[in-house]
């Protein structure tokens, strides 16, 4: 189940932004609610959606 939200840029950007590192930092969820001034549950929203934009680039590349 998540908490997915359309309307939620920071979820959406904090996933592209953590899609495109690598290394990804550790530990990623701490580090979202940092850098984007996110809760813990749209942290780990965007932790899976970063995880299927990379599944998606990887797939169409």
Do not use: G
């Not at 309307?7 to 609610?33: G, K």
């Not at 749209?42 to 932790?47: K, P, R, V």
């Amino acid at each position: 189940m998540t908490c997915y939200h359309p309307d939620n840029e920071a979820v959406t950007l904090a996933a592209q932004w953590l899609a495109d590192q690598n290394p990804a930092p550790r530990p990623i969820i701490p580090e979202l609610r940092k850098r984007f001034n996110i809760s813990a549950l749209e942290a780990c929203e965007a932790s899976a959606m970063a995880r299927r934009f990379q599944i998606y680039r990887s797939a169409h590349a």
